[in-house]
């Protein structure tokens, strides 16, 4: 009835569950989002506008008619 597998610890066991579940299902929607930019910035189907953008990005650079404003390091723009 105590312990790790006991009865009195299902209640922590489904919150547990819930958390990875929850954290699961983010992590796979990042991975989709992931794998279709990876898709537009392959040689037969490359996205100018989406090239362009990581270029900025990674490169820190903005036309001249913007203004770039960076909250926080983003550190999976240069992977």
Do not use: C, H, P, W
């Not at 796979?28 to 506008?49: G, I, M």
Request: hydrophobic share 35%; proline share 0%; net charge negative.
């Amino acid at each position: 009835m105590t312990g790790d597998k006991g009865l009195f610890s299902q209640d922590n066991r489904q919150k547990d569950l819930m958390v990875a579940e929850n954290k699961l299902e983010k992590l796979k929607s990042e991975r989709q989002d992931l794998e279709a930019r990876a898709r537009y910035l392959r040689t037969d189907n490359l996205s100018k506008d989406l090239l362009e953008e990581r270029a900025r990005v990674i490169l820190g650079f903005g036309e001249a008619n913007e203004y770039v404003i960076r909250d926080q390091i983003d550190k999976s723009a240069n992977s």
